[in-house]
């Protein structure tokens, strides 16, 4: 029987959590075989401080993980990120500027984890609430220098052997052949719970998909139900998967100062995280890394010390420099201890598969 460990987390409004489990689950140097990035748009320690107190008594699944560290999300260009410039670091490991998508600032294509992953005939999942050709996502399957020209985005994700997209913005098909490029599309939550196999690509809005509080069931999968379908039909491979998934819309509530929007949405991406560690918690070989391109809006957390007095207040309605989190469980996952800046992530997740 694995020797049992025990780590005491101190949460991010000052909680305590203990997690308790077997050594191989969460550490050491077994091999890693399926890596699930979770990207939490606009998400940093003010969302995830404020999402914890309004929780009540039932902790986050994204503050259960054992490892944290923070790092650091300015670009090439500027000290205050796009999402594009934030996406390129978590993708290659490299600084680029503002709008490029994995090009470097001199204009050449940056290896993205997804080619690494193909290249050594894994499946590959990319999944998001936004527009599938929005900057995050699109970091992870295009190149090309300026973030707005997604209907060429569109055409490059096409050319790509991603088996599993999900997300928004069929808008951006509407010229192009998918079924020519091997993919089944699937328009409703219902056609994509009803699929076993096969390249997917799963387009349910013409743009963004909807907030969580407006999405209609039986047109629009959560994102934890996203996650869920992506992990059952990419885990059939032998040789393993690397799956990204974007809670986009957090960003959107963030940007509007929407509090109560906000929270609905860290609480639909918890969601998503926990569909991820309930796969890897059955395994010892799937990587569970959870992290955010940036923070947006300066959310703080104000007022006394006691909970009638608490307010929460946003600095502004645009990203900010703020470091923000970045969390991981299993194999290899005490690595991210060591990391400073957002492209240690990138870089580490092309170190797990070499």
């Known amino acids: 029987m694995p020797a049992l460990i025990v780590v ?8 305590f959590y203990l997690y308790l489990g077997a050594s191989a689950r969460i550490s050491g140097e077994e091999e890693v075989r399926n890596v699930i990035l979770l990207i939490g748009d606009g998400m940093g320690p003010g969302q995830l401080t404020a999402a914890e107190i ?69 499946s590959t999942g990319v999944v998001t609430n936004t527009r599938v050709t929005h900057a995050t996502p699109a970091c992870f399957m295009a190149h090309i220098s300026n973030r707005n020209m997604e209907y060429e985005i569109a055409g490059q994700i096409l050319e790509t052997e991603v088996d599993v997209i999900l997300g928004g913005g069929s808008s951006y098909f509407t010229s192009l052949n998918p079924i020519g490029a091997g993919y089944t599309i699937v328009e409703t939550s219902e056609e994509l719970m009803n699929l076993e196999s ?29 996650t869920e379908k992506s992990i059952e039909l990419l885990s059939s491979d032998p040789d393993g998967f690397f799956l990204m998934i974007e809670g986009g819309r957090l960003d959107f509530a963030s940007h509007d100062n929407d509090f109560e929007g906000t929270m609905n949405e860290v609480y639909a991406f918890d969601l998503a995280v926990k569909e991820a560690l309930m796969f890897a918690d059955k395994r010892k070989d799937t990587l569970v890394i959870v992290t955010a391109d940036h923070e947006t809006g300066g959310l ?25 989190p970045v969390l991981a469980y299993g194999p290899r996952a005490e690595a991210v201890l060591g990391f400073s800046d957002n492209t240690d992530v990138g870089s580490f997740l092309l170190s797990v598969f070499e």
């Open 198 to 226: 096969g390249k997917i690509l799963g387009l349910f809005t013409t743009s963004y998909m909807s907030y969580e509080s407006e999405r209609d069931p039986e047109i629009e999968p959560s994102l934890a139900e996203m």
């Open 54 to 122: 309004m929780n009540g008594n039932d902790s986050l699944a994204i503050l259960s993980l054992p490892y944290m560290s923070m790092v650091s999300t300015h670009s090439a260009s500027n000290y205050v990120t796009d999402s594009a410039a934030s996406a390129t670091a978590l993708a290659t490991g490299y600084k680029t500027n503002n709008l490029a998508i994995s090009m470097s600032p001199e204009g050449e294509n940056l290896i993205t984890v997804v080619e690494v992953a193909e290249a050594l005939g894994m």
């Open 8 to 15: 005491l987390i101190i949460g991010l409004a000052g909680s």
């Open 300 to 324: 703080l957390i104000t007022g006394g010390y006691s909970s009638s007095s608490i307010r929460y207040e946003w600095i502004g309605t645009g990203h900010t420099g703020s470091m923000v």
